[in-house]
C-alpha cells in the first residue's frame, strides 16, 4: 500500500522550481517506496498569501489516505501549522506534520498581516498527531531562535537543531526521512 506525503513548498521567486523541488527529491529518496510525496505549486509563490494556500492546501489533504505525512518547508510550514490549528478536523487521519526552518508568527518570531498568530497554537492540534521540528543552525534565512518559539508553542513537538544546515537543510531530508520512517 502506498503512503503519501504531502510536501508544501516555501515561498519565494522560484522556490517550487529552483530550491524546493531539491527537497522533495531528497525527501522521496530518502523514503523510498511505498512513499509517493505530492509535491503541489503553490499560488503566487513570491509572495504567499494565507488565505489561498491554505483553501489548496485543505483541499489536497481532504484527498489524502489514512496514515498520510504533511511536510511544510519555511513559510509552507508556517502557513501550514496555523491552517491545521484553524482546522484539526483535517488530521483526523494524519499521521505526523513536519515542519522544516518555518518562522514562527507570534510573540518573538515575526510580524504578519497575512497570518493571524495563535497564542495557543499547541492546545488547537489533536494530542495524537506527532508534531517535528527541524532548523539548521546556519540558517540566514530564518534564524534558528524560530525552532525554540515552536517548541514552546508546540510542547510535545520534538525539535532538531541540525549543525551546519542552511534554510534548505543542505538540500538533505534524511532525518524528516528517518523520523517518518520510525513513526510507523
Same mark, same amino acid.
Do not use: C
Given at each position: 500500500?502506498?503512503? =503519501?506525503? !504531502?510536501?508544501?513548498?516555501?515561498?519565494?521567486?522560484?522556490?517550487?522550481?529552483?530550491?524546493? *523541488?531539491?527537497?522533495? $527529491?531528497?525527501?522521496?529518496?530518502?523514503?523510498? #517506496?511505498?512513499?509517493?510525496?505530492?509535491?503541489? #505549486?503553490?499560488?503566487?509563490?513570491?509572495?504567499?498569501?494565507?488565505?489561498?494556500? /491554505?483553501? @489548496? !492546501?485543505?483541499?489536497?489533504? $481532504?484527498? !489524502?489516505?489514512?496514515?498520510?505525512?504533511?511536510?511544510?518547508? /519555511?513559510?509552507?510550514?508556517?502557513?501550514?501549522?496555523?491552517?491545521?490549528?484553524?482546522?484539526?478536523?483535517? !488530521?483526523? #487521519?494524519?499521521?505526523?506534520?513536519?515542519?522544516? $526552518?518555518?518562522?514562527?508568527?507570534?510573540?518573538?518570531?515575526?510580524? /504578519?498581516?497575512?497570518?493571524?498568530?495563535?497564542?495557543?497554537?499547541?492546545?488547537?492540534?489533536?494530542?495524537?498527531?506527532?508534531?517535528?521540528?527541524?532548523?539548521? *543552525?546556519?540558517?540566514?534565512?530564518?534564524?534558528?531562535?524560530?525552532?525554540?518559539?515552536?517548541?514552546?508553542?508546540?510542547? #510535545?513537538?520534538?525539535?532538531?537543531?541540525?549543525?551546519? =544546515?542552511?534554510?534548505?537543510?543542505?538540500?538533505?531530508? /534524511?532525518?524528516?526521512? =528517518?523520523? @517518518?520512517?520510525?513513526?510507523?
Amino acid at each position: 500500500m502506498t503512503r =503519501r506525503v !504531502l510536501f508544501v513548498q516555501g515561498g519565494g521567486a522560484g522556490a517550487h522550481d529552483q530550491w524546493d *523541488d531539491k527537497l522533495a $527529491a531528497s525527501l522521496e529518496r530518502a523514503l523510498g #517506496r511505498p512513499f509517493d510525496v505530492r509535491y503541489p #505549486r503553490m499560488p503566487d509563490e513570491d509572495d504567499p498569501r494565507f488565505g489561498a494556500w /491554505s483553501a @489548496i !492546501l485543505q483541499r489536497e489533504i $481532504a484527498a !489524502l489516505d489514512a496514515d498520510a505525512v504533511l511536510v511544510g518547508h /519555511s513559510v509552507g510550514g508556517t502557513i501550514l501549522i496555523h491552517m491545521l490549528a484553524e482546522h484539526p478536523e483535517l !488530521l483526523d #487521519r494524519i499521521a505526523g506534520v513536519y515542519l522544516i $526552518a518555518a518562522p514562527f508568527v507570534g510573540d518573538g518570531g515575526w510580524p /504578519s498581516d497575512d497570518i493571524e498568530a495563535k497564542p495557543n497554537l499547541g492546545a488547537r492540534l489533536p494530542r495524537d498527531v506527532a508534531v517535528f521540528l527541524y532548523h539548521g *543552525d546556519a540558517d540566514e534565512t530564518v534564524p534558528v531562535a524560530h525552532l525554540d518559539l515552536y517548541a514552546r508553542a508546540i510542547t #510535545r513537538a520534538r525539535a532538531r537543531v541540525l549543525p551546519g =544546515r542552511d534554510h534548505q537543510l543542505n538540500n538533505d531530508l /534524511s532525518e524528516v526521512a =528517518r523520523d @517518518i520512517l520510525t513513526q510507523d
